[in-house]
């Protein structure tokens, strides 16, 4: 017992340690989270000992309940039974002693008694004899009998118990009385008196000194020879009622003689009588004669010790068990059962030893005491002994003795435990089982509550076992991913870098004045596709940034909708390589210039569109933009756009205005302008609208394969468009395709709103024929024509075309003739509109064509463009090329004097700027009508030219709208450069007459989103460019703050090779000394630049003044590194609205060294070593935008 | 004439093995392109101050880690200098090496740190020595009235 004890109690300190272990991490895990991961670790290996340990503290717990109530069953248990059984044994003692007491008491009785009669018997027969002391006759010696007679009668009668009194006298006469227990007879036995006739000589023996001898001769041959009577009596009255029958001496009683009191006292001993089948208790005791000096007679008197037996019978009965009592040697007395005590087989019948007693238990009690004690029974002969085996039940064994004078006697009692015990056992066995059951039970519903209650305790092990792991595997997951992040920011840095010195290089040959225009067409695609190539990686490094949440969004004003044009004309390429349409459809109330994440927007748009064009093999991706207006009521979040469009489409302009005049005085909301990006592709399944915009999540696995990609896109435009507050989903849509649609929350800027005043182009005559392929682009146009008011026409197809062009004209020459020629079958449509044609005055008509629509596989266009020439005098025509068209059709077009291209796609826009031109052309025209001049072929490349001037000048307007005075003024040097350029026979060479203004333009764009100058680039004039991409920093001033010499050196010459002034200096307190006393001229230097800039002219007594437009700043530097410089130059400019940029140049290429530098003050970042173009084209933004 | 020929395409392959073996990268590219009439020998020039800058910094780093206690936050600035240096005129073996060196500093590994500079003064002799027999070829051309084609 000792030993489990301890053993639970280790198991139990065990649990307690183990539980303050675990409970430890568990306590600190809340607080400090950063030790977490260590915890971690060791919480984990905690875990599985834990989860042993409640298996442990759970057996536990059983165990002491188990032997908490196993010993309460028992003590219970040991308690009531001992108590009682002590009780009951008392009492069962005294009961045992009480029983025994009694037969005992009851012999002693019997003794007493028996021992009262013999001496009174003594006495009376002494005082009968002496009175007849003078026996001279026979008379007298018959007298003295008679007198005897009636005397030991008298006392017999009196004790009905006795067996027989005997009277022997010493001449041998025998008196006696006999009581036959059995048949209740009483006898008298007498001898014949006739042959003691020696009375005489008898008084003399008698008187002799020694009688002995001659007495007892006498006695046993006289007895021989008598002859005994014996006469039957009335038990009660004594009187004689039977004949006299004479009976062997001896024979039916024992009568005592002198040989029984050889000294002369009372003796005592238990005689056996052949009569009856009990034991005799005979008493002897000799009578004196009056000198006391002889014995005359002896008197014997026997008592049947049957009573007792049948005393005990009676006790017995009431109480079972047995009794019997013996005598000291051993002799059966009596027993309480009917046993005989004598032995019948030997002659005379003798006593029976108990243990050849004939009942067995008494036998076996008597056996098993002369076992247990053998001979030398203990001293006073008391035993008590419970439990003894006797047989087969356990039996109490009791014994007493009686030490009576002469008779000492030894009582035996012998009760079955089970009378005594019998309920107590039967009790406690009860109790015994109930309390087991009981305790059992108890321990059963204990350990199941255990079980139950630590269920709970071992149920939150579990969970926070696996809460551990899951947090184990998060951290394990969360390194990896920042592994990841970090690898591929890493990676994309690496990247870039190459991809850098290709686009570079591509500048360089784009630059090269010998490339054919097909050269430069695929160079200007392959530095498109490299871009895009950069923006992949740029995702990569955005997807770390925001998942680092490092991603901020820049807040400068750009024009949406040319990002966006130049974004579809980026895409067009692409995708007229697949056969599919790419039309870009915003609504007139889209604001031009918003405040934003111009690159960020563009992001969005790229990677919608590029995973439309992924998946659609054929038909149209239409990017719909529109802007819900914050004062309309209505949402407009599941307005279908038709009705959306139509609802626009009734509001008439002055509303509009109105519009725009209430979003001025909001103009603190931010707008939320609707997208849809829609595609006719394979689209997505319901069940994978929410799913795709997750990372690495691609709608159906098998497109990895089939398209390629990385699942990121959508992925960033969600977070891009989530972090401008938009949303993105995935809309269903009717037919096939995929309907993605997304709102931004752009602020307009405050003051240009207003800017993009387009021309109203209604109800100036104008009509349009749009003979356009592509289904989806024209009817966007035309819808959107129509709504402002120009009557449109729509061809899809040559025949269309031709069809339309003979009804038009041939109709219109029939108007002058009031009719129309029923030759031409015409649509009601159509109908409506040549009505609605021949109501306008002097009408002008567009005609927009398709190059796409001419068969260029043969040699039928020829013939197609001579039959649309017929039309030239009447119409304008506006030629709309792909990106691939030949130069021989743009020859022979330019030859045929239609110098009105545009390229695919066909946007408003474009639409706009053609009818601009196309209107202001007309006006000259009337001018010229008025003045007389007549019209020249010339005027048309004038007019288109023209056209494209305002097109780009509209660019630049547009990037930097506040600047409107420059436009105005470089207007006329874009128009004189364009004509002298004209006698060059290549259209697109003669399309984009690049100004260093404009060039500047397109860096400036170019560092906001790389794409958006594509259109430029693609345009680019490569002598233009040549000369601008060497000298493009002409007459900026840069403080250079280096201290590596080589660096140093380096970066100035190629700062010098771009055409700018560098001032070196060696450290950062340098370069803030050098800044300083140099804002006084900062105004002059400004208007001076400007000056400059206007007149394009190198004005070197400028560029003495000590200002600088930019600073290069090293980060590391001594005495003063590139942030405290920072830090110290914005100080110094604060309360001033000065603001120089610097250029961050470090040798760390961690974005975390970007945002250190952008946090100081610096502008840009710029890593060694230094890139050439990288440098030009952020030096080019910055200085930009700061003039 | 033939010897110059021979000479420049010499040069030529001799650049290339340069390049080739790493020593080089594009960044002497870029110093080449530089160098135009305005202002020739700019890269010998450059190439020059970088020889000083070296020395000095190489001598400032055997100083540093000669020390009993290495000071090392000045021999991090140090390297950095080195390092930001030799990328600008394209010893990429040295940059790569420049790199080890600042791990090296950072987790204060003196042995390492030992062991990097043995390799730089290593690495730096090479690259001297490769291209003081470069701009000697040059030389040799010029002087033979050729001219070096970049």
Redesign the interface.
Same mark, same amino acid.
């Given at each position: 017992m000792g030993t489990n004890c301890r053993h639970v109690f280790d198991r139990l300190h065990n649990f307690a340690t183990c539980w303050k272990k675990r409970s430890t991490p568990t306590g600190r895990r809340i607080f400090h989270r950063d030790v977490e991961k260590e915890e971690f670790q060791y919480a984990s290996t905690q875990c599985l000992s834990s989860y042993y340990s409640v298996f442990v503290v759970r057996l536990a717990i059983m165990a002491m309940l188990a032997i908490l109530i196993g010993l309460l069953t028992f003590l219970t248990w040991h308690f009531t039974k001992i108590y009682t059984t002590k009780s009951l044994n008392s009492l069962a003692y005294d009961l045992r002693y009480e029983l025994l007491q009694r037969p005992i008491l009851r012999m002693w009785n019997i003794l007493n008694s028996t021992s009262e009669i013999t001496t009174a018997q003594v006495k009376l027969s002494q005082y009968v004899i002496r009175s007849h002391t003078n026996l001279a006759t026979h008379a007298d010696q018959v007298e003295m009998y008679d007198a005897m007679r009636a005397v030991t009668w008298a006392l017999f009668a009196s004790k009905r118990a006795l067996n027989s009194i005997t009277v022997k006298y010493k001449n041998g006469f025998v008196q006696a009385f006999h009581r036959d227990l059995k048949d209740n007879n009483t006898f008298y036995i007498y001898s014949d008196l006739a042959n003691y006739s020696m009375a005489a000589g008898g008084y003399n023996e008698i008187n002799s000194l020694s009688p002995h001898e001659a007495w007892n001769d006498k006695d046993i041959h006289g007895n021989k020879s008598a002859i005994w009577y014996r006469e039957p009596l009335d038990p009660v009255s004594g009187e004689k009622t039977g004949k006299v029958m004479p009976i062997a001496p001896e024979d039916s009683i024992n009568i005592a003689g002198l040989s029984q009191v050889p000294d002369g006292v009372a003796s005592w001993h238990v005689a056996v009588s052949k009569f009856t089948d009990s034991p005799l208790l005979s008493a002897a005791l000799p009578v004196w004669d009056s000198s006391n000096k002889s014995i005359v007679a002896v008197v014997g008197v026997t008592t049947a010790l049957y009573s007792v037996g049948q005393l005990m019978k009676e006790l017995v009965e009431l109480h079972s068990g047995h009794m019997y009592l013996t005598s000291r040697e051993g002799y059966l007395l009596a027993t309480s059962t009917n046993a005989p005590l004598l032995s019948n087989s030997t002659k005379p019948p003798k006593l029976k030893m108990a243990v050849d007693c004939e009942n067995e238990v008494i036998r076996e009690g008597a056996q098993w005491l002369q076992k247990t004690y053998g001979n030398n029974s203990p001293q006073s002969h008391e035993v008590h002994v419970e439990n003894v085996k006797l047989g087969h039940q356990q039996y109490y064994i009791d014994s007493f003795f009686l030490n009576l004078k002469r008779l000492p006697l030894v009582g035996v009692i012998i009760i079955p435990r089970k009378h005594i015990m019998g309920q107590a056992d039967e009790r406690a066995f009860k109790t015994l089982v109930i309390l087991i059951s009981a305790s059992l039970c108890i321990i059963v519903i204990g350990c199941v509550c255990i079980l139950i209650l630590t269920n709970g305790v071992s149920k939150e092990m579990k969970l926070r076992a696996e809460l551990i792991s899951h947090l184990e595997a998060r951290r394990k997951a969360e390194a990896s991913s920042n592994y990841k992040s970090q690898f591929l920011a890493n990676m994309s840095h690496e990247l870039r870098t190459p991809m850098a010195?290709v686009i570079g290089l591509l500048d360089i040959l784009i630059s090269d004045d010998h490339l054919t225009n097909e050269q430069c067409a695929t160079v200007t695609q392959i530095r498109k596709c490299s871009t895009a190539l950069l923006r992949l990686l740029n995702n990569i490094l955005d997807l770390s940034k925001v998942e680092s949440g490092k991603l901020i969004l820049e807040d400068a004003e750009f024009d949406l909708g040319r990002e966006l044009e130049g974004l579809v004309d980026m895409f067009s390429v692409q995708c007229i390589n697949h056969n599919v349409e790419t039309v870009l459809d915003l609504s007139d109330d889209m604001p031009k210039l918003v405040r934003g994440d111009s690159a960020r927007v563009v992001q969005i748009f790229a990677n919608l569109i590029n995973n439309s064009i992924k998946f659609t093999i054929s038909g149209h991706i239409i990017l719909r933009g529109w802007c819900e207006n914050p004062n309309s009521c209505s949402d407009d979040t599941n307005f279908p756009l038709e009705q959306k469009k139509s609802r626009c489409s009734q509001k008439t302009k002055a509303k509009q205005h109105e519009n725009n005049a209430k979003r001025i005085s909001n103009r603190d909301n931010k707008m939320k302008l609707w997208f849809e990006v829609d595609d006719t592709g394979c689209g997505i399944d319901p069940s994978k609208w929410e799913s795709v915009f997750e990372s690495f999540e691609q709608a159906d696995p098998s497109t990895t394969r089939l398209h390629g990609g990385t699942g990121l896109g959508l992925c960033i435009v969600r977070t891009l468009v989530n972090k401008m507050g938009g949303e993105i989903k995935v809309v269903k849509k009717e037919g096939p395709g995929t309907l993605m649609r997304l709102y931004l929350r752009l602020s307009a800027p405050v003051d240009t709103t207003e800017q993009h005043c387009q021309e109203d182009f209604a109800n100036k005559g104008l009509v349009v024929l749009l003979a356009l392929h592509g289904n989806m682009g024209r009817l966007v146009t035309s819808k959107w024509l129509q709504k402002n008011g120009v009557v449109t026409m729509e061809a899809s197809e040559w025949n269309g075309l031709t069809q339309t062009l003979r009804v038009l004209f041939h109709a219109r020459s029939s108007a002058h003739h009031n009719g129309f020629d029923g030759n031409y079958s015409i649509h009601d449509n159509l109908k409506s509109k040549l009505l609605s044609i021949q109501e306008l005055r002097n009408p002008v008509f567009v005609i927009a064509v398709d190059i796409g629509l001419l068969d260029l596989s043969t040699d039928i266009w020829k013939e197609q463009l001579n039959f649309l020439h017929k039309y030239f005098g009447r119409a304008k025509f506006v030629w709309i090329l792909n990106h691939d068209s030949s130069n021989t059709i743009k020859m022979e077009l330019c030859k045929k004097g239609h110098t009105l291209t545009v390229n695919k796609p066909f946007y408003k826009t474009k639409m706009i700027h053609i009818l601009e031109a196309i209107i202001k052309e007309r006006n000259d025209e009337l001018q010229k009508k008025n003045m007389t001049t007549p019209r020249a072929t010339l005027k048309e490349g004038d007019l288109h030219e023209s056209l494209e001037i305002d097109y780009t000048q509209c660019d630049v307007a547009s990037s930097d709208g506040s600047d409107i005075s420059e436009v105005g003024g470089s207007n006329p040097v874009s128009v004189k450069l364009s004509q002298s350029s004209l006698n060059s026979n290549d259209v697109t060479t003669n399309a984009i007459p690049k100004s260093s203004s404009t060039k500047q333009t397109s860096f400036a764009t170019g560092a906001q989103g790389e794409d958006s100058e594509s259109s430029e680039a693609r345009r680019a004039s490569s002598s233009s460019r040549a000369v601008s991409g060497k000298k493009s920093l002409e007459g900026l001033r840069i403080l250079l703050a280096e *201290?590596? +010499?080589? /660096?140093q050196?380096?970066a100035t /010459?190629?700062l010098?090779?771009m055409g700018a002034t560098v001032v070196a200096v060696g450290d950062g307190q340098q370069a803030v000394d050098a800044l300083n006393g140099m804002s006084g001229v900062e105004d002059c230097r400004r208007e001076s630049l400007l000056k400059e800039r206007n007149t394009r002219s190198s004005q070197p007594e400028i560029l003495s003044y000590p200002p600088y437009d930019l600073i290069l700043m *090293?980060c590391?530097m +001594?005495k003063m590194d590139g942030y405290e410089a920072t830090k110290a130059i914005r100080k110094s400019e604060v309360g001033t609205d000065m603001h120089i940029p610097i250029v961050a140049l470090t040798?760390h290429a961690m974005s975390c060294d970007e945002a250190k530098c952008l946090e100081v003050g610096m502008d840009a970042y710029l890593t060694? +070593? /230094?890139d050439?173009k990288l440098m030009e084209s952020t030096i080019l933004s910055l200085t930009r935008r700061t003039s | 004439m033939d010897g110059i020929v021979e000479l420049q395409r010499q040069l030529i392959d001799y650049t290339a093995s340069l390049f080739h073996e790493g020593f080089l990268d594009e960044q002497f590219n870029q110093l080449q392109q530089l160098e135009d009439e305005n202002n020739p020998g700019f890269v010998v020039e450059v190439v020059t101050l970088f020889f000083e800058d070296a020395d000095r910094l190489l001598n400032e780093l055997t100083k540093a880690l000669g020390q009993p206690s290495v000071d090392f936050k000045s021999l991090d600035a140090h390297v950095h200098q080195l390092k930001g240096s030799s990328s600008s005129i394209g010893a990429h073996r040295i940059h790569r090496v420049c790199i080890s060196f600042r791990n090296s500093c950072e987790e204060q590994n003196v042995e390492g740190c030992l062991k990097n500079l043995q390799q730089v003064k290593h690495e730096y002799s090479l690259v001297k020595d490769r291209l003081e027999t470069l701009f000697r070829m040059e030389q040799q051309i010029l002087n033979a009235g050729g001219s070096v084609r970049r």
């Open positions: 010195a *201290d590596t +010499p080589v /660096i050196r380096v /010459i190629m010098e090779k *090293d590391q +001594p040798a060694k +070593p /230094i050439f | -």
